[in-house]
């Protein structure tokens, strides 16, 4: 390692008391300097490679670089040899990368090894690339060494490569480039033709020829993109707004052309090409915009990628990928795995969280034979699993099969731009056809000088300020929810938003925390949490877990604790578990989920009661959200109990528990039938079909992979108030976008007759036009403004 | 006219420059992280072993 500048001795990390020194969290005055044992050694690792600068460098602790677990994944198998398997270099996908200060860190800390040879990490993509010299083994350790550093990392899976390579959106500025540099050397020669009254007729026909030789090709390139979708539109027997904008664009070339071959005083090139490089310009806001919710929504689901440990005949483990599982393969799931397939339990007995798959807030036992849906987590032992269907016939397969057919059906929904575009093509045309004929055939000019009131009415009705009334907006819109941890990824998810008239709320997972907490109880002796606690340390049970974490002293884990399944935990004479295990009465077991203890079989058994406790912002959202209009509605795969209870306490008059995915999709569809647009919330696997059938969907950032794919608003912040505040902007934006099409419209009202009746020159057109879409980008701008407040 | 045929090939082939040289950024992925770039010039002490 090379010598350290002398001002990152000062390693010491400094920030305000109250504070982890290394995340930032609020820790107990008087507890330390970190919140936890990871967040120190974090902060010893970097100040041990001598990167102290980094606690300087970086703007805000926004939390999320604690120390995290690598994933179950094979990452040697990933790395790719060069050189002849001299080096090799993996792909990374580093989430909680979010500023500078990150990315040299990450940076830094790889190249500390002296075999790392190149480590480069990308902010915008969240991709690092590393290359070593060495064997495919070390990718272990070098991806372990960025968990340690606080970012979770996963393999750069193809979804991410799909969300950041972004081919179209390269294609889009590369026509930029193309009609920028159009546009402004046509305009170059066209304002020397403006201003020079006194140029002679050859010189002006030179310019003209001049203009038409750069103008022609740039049209022809730099338009691809509007021709391509008006021609689709076509195809599919719509007309959408390209069209109009091809259109435009084409018939202006077409007429300076027939100007420059008769000499006339002006050609319109520079209208041509300045439409296109204003729009491409919206275009390619519009797509880095949404580029960036598409990225962190593959950046969400690659966290959650894992592969499965296959049993081989022989006894031996392999990882592979789930899709290379056949049925009849026997897997090992490891505590805390999510299942990736269905399958039958082989041997023993299994307690899984079925909470994605059926929404049921406490776990579920499964003996042997039994058949396991994938997508339950293993909150048991070990256990291994014979597959019994393959990942693309499997209950998941059928679920994102479902999602596909409710996308297409989607994607005919016919957005306010183009309901525009349909009253607008038809009469612009017609407009600009009388025109030609007036002048032609009604005043008796030439056919080409008719051309030119004809076209001039066409680039005055601003195609451009109607193209670009709605992308400004929703480029603003979606920054600012962006900005509030709301990822947006549908084009048309914000407009559909705004017209939602009723929320149907899932409980567990979406509503709860979906962890059971502790409920305080003032007759508990003193003295038995803590006792209670010491024997629930070795249980991975969702309730023994909670007891622990309401323990307020450390934990000091009872040892030979043994685990009676389906029954509780023994030490001694000790017993935690249920109520006939612990000998007491089975009357109260109806009030929810209940521990009990018993230090001993002469002592009075001590329950322990809990519940899965409602957001901290649950209530405030489900106010929120009636003041907004929406009536909302309670649907849940729970016990009717437990969501007779969360209903009461947010008042939900409407409430349903016990629903199968299919019982959701139905209500969904029921309210559809009935006219009514629905926005649903929900978070798990029986969700996403109800989902993927709402008129608007969203989902928070816990939830399932296949949710989060159904849903069209990903709620990434802590939280649910997000969701009222997004439905505010949503519809802000969807005003915002009327007004502005009214406005373009209205524009028309004063260019068109002017156009019409011959007064219309290229410069004042291009005033119109530059004007118009600059009244719509700030009236676009308020959106932003308002949503942040 | 024998100024604007200098001026005017000239103002051109400049901008064709500009055009060209643009296309090899694209190309060359200097747009795939702005975010990334703009705090990169802050980094003083970058080494690459090799």
């Known amino acids: ?789 | 006219m024998n100024a604007l045929a200098l001026l005017v090939p000239l103002a051109l082939g400049l901008g064709t420059l500009a055009l060209l040289f643009f296309g090899w950024t694209l190309g060359n992925g200097q747009y795939d992280d702005p975010e990334g770039a703009a705090s990169r010039i802050l980094f003083d002490d970058t080494k690459e072993n090799s």
């Open chain 1, 1 to 789: 390692m090379t010598a350290l500048p002398a001002r990152l001795d000062a390693a010491e990390p400094r920030l305000s008391a109250g504070a982890c020194a290394h995340c930032g969290v609020p820790v107990t005055p008087g507890a330390g300097r970190f919140c936890c044992a990871g967040c120190e050694g974090a902060a010893a690792l970097i100040s041990g490679l001598g990167f102290g600068a980094f606690y300087r460098k970086r703007e805000s602790a926004a939390g999320g670089i604690r120390p995290t677990a690598l994933p179950p994944v094979d990452f040697a198998a990933r790395a790719v040899p060069s050189r002849g398997g001299a080096e090799h270099s993996l792909d990374l996908m580093v989430a909680g990368l979010t500023c500078g200060a990150c990315v040299w860190l990450v940076e830094q800390a790889l190249a500390a090894d002296t075999d790392v040879l190149r480590a480069r990490a990308s902010l915008a993509t969240r991709r690092l690339t590393v290359t070593w010299r060495g064997p495919a083994e070390r990718a272990e350790a070098l991806a372990s060494l960025v968990a340690r550093l606080g970012f979770q990392v996963a393999p750069w899976s193809a979804a991410c490569l799909r969300a950041t390579e972004d081919e179209e959106g390269k294609a889009l500025l590369r026509a930029l480039g193309i009609a920028a540099f159009g546009a402004s050397n046509v305009m170059m020669l066209s304002v020397a033709v403006w201003v020079g009254s006194d140029m002679g007729e050859g010189t002006r026909g030179l310019m003209h020829w001049l203009a038409a030789l750069i103008a022609l090709p740039v049209v022809l390139v730099a338009g691809m993109p509007f021709y391509r979708s008006a021609v689709g539109a076509i195809r599919a027997g719509r007309v959408n707004m390209d069209l109009a904008v091809s259109l435009g664009v084409l018939a202006t070339t077409a007429m300076s052309l027939s100007e420059a071959v008769r000499n006339g005083p002006y050609t319109w090139f520079d209208g041509a090409t300045a439409l296109l490089a204003l729009l491409l310009g919206g275009r390619v806001l519009d797509r880095a915009a949404r580029r960036r919710a598409r990225q962190a929504c593959a950046e969400l689901l690659a966290l959650q990628s894992a592969e499965v440990t296959r049993l081989e005949a022989d006894g031996t483990a392999h990882r592979l990928g789930a899709e290379a599982v056949r049925p009849g393969d026997r897997l090992l799931v490891a505590p805390g795995e999510r299942l990736a397939l269905d399958g039958v339990l082989e041997e023993g007995e299994a307690l899984l969280d079925t909470a994605a798959t059926s929404g049921e807030s406490l776990p579920r036992r499964f003996a042997a034979g039994a058949a396991m849906p994938a997508g339950a987590v293993n909150l048991g032992a070990a256990l291994v699993q014979r597959v019994t269907a393959g990942a693309a016939e499997g209950s998941l397969a059928a679920v994102a099969r479902l999602l596909e057919r409710a996308e297409q059906a989607r994607g005919r929904y016919v957005s306010v731009a183009d309901r525009a575009a349909r009253l607008y093509v038809p009469v612009v045309h017609m407009v600009a056809a009388a025109t030609f004929l007036g002048w032609w055939l009604g005043v008796g000019v030439s056919w080409q000088a008719a051309l030119v009131p004809a076209v001039a009415s066409l680039i005055v009705t601003c195609p451009c300020g109607l193209a670009i009334a709605v992308p400004a907006v929703q480029v603003v819109a979606v920054g600012a929810l962006f900005r509030r941890g709301v990822l947006v990824g549908s084009p048309t998810a914000l407009e559909r938003l705004a017209a939602c008239d009723v929320a149907v709320l899932d409980k567990t997972g979406t509503l709860t925390t979906g962890r059971p907490e502790l409920l305080p109880d003032p007759a508990r002796p003193e003295g038995a949490l803590e006792a209670a606690a010491a024997l629930a340390a070795s249980s991975r049970h969702p309730l023994s877990r909670a007891l622990v974490a309401a323990c307020p002293v450390p934990v000091h884990a009872a040892e030979a604790v043994e685990e009676i399944p389906g029954a509780g935990l023994l030490h001694g004479e000790e017993r935690l578990g249920s109520a006939s295990f612990c000998g007491a009465g089975e009357s109260m077991e109806q009030e929810g989920p209940t521990l009990w203890y018993r230090a001993g079989p002469q002592a009075a058994p001590v329950a322990f009661r809990f519940a899965d406790p409602l957001r901290p912002d649950a209530a405030e959202a489900v106010e929120a959200l009636r003041r907004l209009g929406l009536e909302v509605e309670l649907l849940s795969g729970d016990a009717p109990a437990a969501v007779a209870r969360a209903a009461a306490s947010l008042g939900i008059a409407k409430w349903r528990a016990a629903a199968t995915p299919t019982d959701k999709a139905a209500r969904i569809e029921a309210l559809r039938a009935a006219g009514r647009r629905p926005l649903m919330l929900g978070d798990g696997i029986n969700d996403a079909a109800a989902l993927a059938l709402a008129h608007a969907s969203a989902t928070p950032a816990g939830g399932t992979d296949l949710a989060q794919a159904a849903a069209d608003l990903v709620l990434r912040a802590e939280g649910l108030s997000a969701l009222p505040a997004a439905v505010r902007t949503a519809r802000r934006a969807q005003r915002a976008a009327r007004q502005n099409i009214a406005f373009s419209l209205a524009y028309n009202i004063v260019a068109v007759p002017m156009a019409v009746l011959g007064f219309v020159t290229p410069l004042i057109a291009s005033l119109v036009m530059a004007s118009s879409s600059l009244a719509v980008i700030l009236n676009a701008l308020r959106v932003g403004r308002e949503a942040s407040e």
